[in-house]
């Protein structure tokens, strides 16, 4: 019952993984052998004359004879499921690109990645206006039909994934095995995301989230996706890679610009000097993505909403604005920050979400 979880190729890209769990293996494997099987079945003089390391043949032979039953076990207890790149399921977007994972391993609903897939990333420090955007834009694609790929880093992945949540699907790729959360910090959303969305690594169980994991992690967030939309990235920031491997992969990336002294954006805005498309308004997702925007007619003509679109505003400035008591105003802004129109910078600012 459990083998019936696997296909043949699956299996075949488990033995290599088990022994050569490094990517840059794997693709070497991929750049010589049409299969895994291929390159199993292979002697070792073909294996020499295509350039295979002398101390790596111990491997292989151990290799050739892994019984993959004690893992396949060990994947179901974990509730884990394997995908390889020979599975017809496997996201042909990511299969496109020049590296792209042998295997992976996922829990939950890996339908999402047959969907419409929108990747969105950002940096761990960020603004409230950032996580407040990334979060809307997450949730206005996800109620579209649109599976919403992040990272699950804190910051502007995490406020991406819950804003998804809330309306529809998303899938977070991992730096680490499936079987740990990281950070710590996220493990109620990691459970969230995996009940009712997915969860991607190429990592084997037990992996911990060393360093020279997540450019590996990245490749696949970005190659997921026709569509890369960074939100608030700083110059040496994660996001910035992600964004690099977007456009070498021939991904469209669209940035969210900031201030010209705004530490948290200057990712963005360098990123839009290189030629990415420039995202200053919600109404513009309608040019990339086949969506409906549902609008609060009656907050667009409201002239308070005005007042704030103009600039992000301190309580004392709005005050001093509408000339209104303090008890009138606090219960006009709580009103609006429970519909989602507006919300408050690190600087206790209020602004307009869309």
């Given at each position: 019952m459990i083998v019936k979880q696997f296909t043949s190729q699956g299996l075949m890209w488990l033995k290599i993984k088990k022994y050569f769990p490094q990517p840059k293996v794997a693709q070497w494997i991929m750049d010589n052998f049409n299969?895994?099987?291929?390159?199993?079945?292979?002697?070792?003089?073909?294996?020499t004359k295509k350039g295979w390391p002398d101390p790596l043949l111990g491997k292989f032979f151990a290799a050739k004879k892994f019984n993959e039953n004690h893992f396949i076990a060990q994947l179901d207890n974990k509730n884990l499921r394997l995908m390889c790149i020979e599975d017809e399921h496997y996201p042909l977007l990511l299969k496109a690109i020049k590296d792209p994972p042998a295997s992976f391993f996922y829990r939950g609903n890996i339908a999402n990645l047959g969907q419409k897939i929108v990747s969105i990333v950002g940096s761990r420090k960020c603004s409230e206006r950032g996580k407040s955007l990334a979060s809307k834009i997450s949730r206005i694609l996800a109620e579209n039909g649109y599976t919403v790929v992040s990272g699950l880093a804190n910051g502007i992945d995490s406020a991406?994934?819950?804003?998804?949540?809330?309306?529809?699907?998303?899938?977070?790729?991992?730096?680490?095995?499936?079987?740990?959360?990281?950070?710590?910090?996220?493990?109620?959303?990691?459970?969230?995301?995996?009940?009712?969305?997915?969860?991607?690594?190429?990592?084997?169980?037990?992996?911990?989230?060393?360093?020279?994991?997540?450019?590996?992690?990245?490749?696949?967030?970005?190659?997921?996706?026709?569509?890369?939309?960074?939100?608030?990235a700083g110059q040496k920031s994660g996001a910035m890679i992600t964004a690099n491997l977007a456009l070498e992969q021939g991904r469209e990336v669209l940035a969210?610009?900031?201030?010209?002294?705004?530490?948290?954006?200057?990712?963005?805005?360098q990123l839009i000097k290189d030629g990415a498309f420039l995202l200053d308004d919600i109404e513009e997702l309608k040019h990339?993505?086949?969506?409906?925007?549902?609008?609060?007619?009656?907050?667009?003509?409201?002239?308070?909403?005005?007042?704030?679109?103009?600039k992000p505003r301190t309580l004392e400035e709005l005050s001093q604005l509408t000339k209104s008591s303090s008890p009138k105003l606090l219960a006009k802004i709580t009103e609006l920050e429970i519909q989602k129109i507006i919300s408050r910078d690190e600087n206790n600012r209020f602004f307009v979400l869309s």
């Open positions: 299969s895994a099987e291929a390159f199993l079945g292979s002697p070792k003089t073909e294996l991406a994934h819950i804003g998804a949540l809330e309306t529809g699907q998303t899938t977070a790729v991992l730096g680490c095995g499936l079987d740990m959360c990281y950070p710590v910090s996220n493990k109620h959303l990691f459970n969230r995301i995996a009940n009712a969305g997915c969860l991607v690594s190429e990592f084997f169980w037990g992996e911990k989230p060393l360093k020279h994991h997540f450019p590996y992690r990245n490749r696949i967030i970005s190659g997921l996706s026709s569509y890369l939309i960074v939100i608030e969210i610009p900031g201030g010209p002294f705004d530490s948290y954006s200057k990712g963005c805005n990339f993505f086949d969506v409906e925007l549902k609008r609060n007619t009656e907050a667009a003509n409201d002239p308070f909403i005005e007042m704030i679109k103009q």
